[in-house]
């Protein structure tokens, strides 16, 4: 695994921590107290059914997404759990998860109302937008969120890719130009739809359209949210997903069931082995005003083969260059 994994980076920048016994968990505290929510999960809640609302309480995930996509009646619904999320923070699963609202469609018309009904909760931290085709749609739901939410300036805002017309403007959407969006999702099964081609067991018929979404949003900073798993009781496919996405470059991966999300965030966390390998060997060293996290052995290496004018090396058996040695 790549040193410059998200989780490894935000979890070798703390200090006063022995990161060869970091737990996965923590790794993916330590993204949230850098200010860059871990989604490695991202789960999808319906807005119109406050039973599921409820009972995902009792799930450990990155994010919670309160779903009113095609569901507006539920506004106020998800408003109402929007403030029961707040309340419950205390507990062990719902303390850590992001709290984000999926809207409708700028296209619809009707995410004008869904906004105004989400965006004044002290409760949300974030907003998705489906089916988005330009910078622009990013924009007008920024300005609005400006516009009604005291916060504005603190929320985040995930755009989802589900079309042709949105992978190819994936480019442009990622470079929107507003810090705030911080993600970019792949809807695969509304993606399909639009283009008119056959899913099957294999997935290569999305290929393209993942790996264009992945590279868009990565160029620009942003974390790309893998597809969903429709066939959400078999474990066995879900972690041969995972573990394609995960090496397509995606971070995350979208859940429509908590019995997926366990397996999701096991998934696109670094193993024991991973962190003990990125770890390996640390010291603590300022740098201006922050504490750094440096491997010796690794950066030592890499000095000692510098001054003899070789620019790789390797250790245990692996090479390493100026990539791998950054973190």
Do not use: W
Not at 62 to 73: A, F, H, K, N, Q
Not at 91 to 111: F, Q, T
């Amino acid at each position: 695994m790549s040193l410059r994994h998200p989780v490894i980076r935000a979890a070798t920048r703390r200090s006063g921590r022995t990161l060869s016994t970091t737990t996965a968990a923590a790794a993916a505290a330590a993204v949230n107290a850098v200010g860059t929510p871990a989604r490695r999960a991202i789960l999808y809640v319906p807005g119109s059914d406050a039973r599921k609302i409820s009972a995902s309480l009792r799930t450990d995930v990155d994010s919670r997404i309160l779903d009113l996509e095609d569901s507006p009646v539920a506004r106020q619904v998800v408003r109402d759990a929007l403030d029961q999320l707040l309340a419950s923070d205390t507990s062990v699963a719902s303390a850590n998860s992001e709290r984000a609202v999926r809207i409708n469609a700028v296209s619809s018309g009707l995410h004008l109302a869904d906004l105004a009904a989400v965006a004044p909760s002290p409760s949300l931290d974030a907003v998705l937008i489906p089916k988005v085709e330009s910078a622009q749609e990013v924009l007008d739901v920024l300005r609005q969120l400006d516009l009604l939410s005291p916060r504005a300036a603190s929320l985040r805002v995930m755009a989802s890719v589900e079309s042709a017309r949105g992978v190819l403007a994936a480019p442009e959407i990622a470079a929107c130009g507003d810090p705030r969006l911080d993600a970019l999702v792949f809807a695969a099964e509304d993606y399909a739809a639009d283009v008119g081609l056959r899913r099957t067991p294999s997935r290569l018929e999305m290929l393209y359209a993942r790996q264009a979404v992945v590279v868009a949003a990565r160029a620009r900073g942003l974390q790309a949210i893998d597809l969903v798993c429709v066939d959400y009781k078999d474990m066995d496919v879900l972690r041969a997903e995972c573990t394609e996405g995960r090496d397509f470059g995606f971070t995350g991966k979208q859940a429509i069931h908590p019995a997926q999300v366990a397996v999701i965030q096991e998934q696109f966390s670094p193993s024991a082995k991973e962190i003990e390998y990125a770890t390996k060997v640390f010291l603590i060293k300022t740098v201006k005003r922050n504490v750094t996290f440096v491997c010796l052995k690794i950066v030592d290496g890499y000095s000692a083969h510098q001054e003899k004018g070789l620019g790789a090396f390797s250790i245990d058996g692996k090479m390493i260059d100026m990539v791998g040695l950054h973190i």
